[in-house]
């Protein structure tokens, strides 16, 4: 348990943090997974992609990591449309 004041803001902060990244991370993964469904219509792919684009861009996953999903959810959807 931290003494100094700025070290008890600063876990404050970061439980803060973590609960927010963990609501987010949980959108996201639902997002996803809601996208690569066999049935996924246009809207949810645009919506798994628009949060992917906005978690990257806040630092909660890795740029690559959104942009292999998106590429992965394109594919899916390309393959769905060519049949």
Known sequence: MP?????KKDLRKSRAAAVRNRAQ???LRTAVKKAKAAAAAADDR??????LDRAARKGLIH??????QKSKIA?????????
């Open 3 to 7: 003494n100094i004041k700025s070290a």
């Open 46 to 51: 645009l919506t798994a992609v628009s949060l």
């Open 75 to 83: 594919k899916q959807a390309n393959k769905a449309a060519a049949a």
């Open 63 to 68: 740029k690559n990591a959104a942009a292999r």
């Open 25 to 27: 991370r949980s959108a």
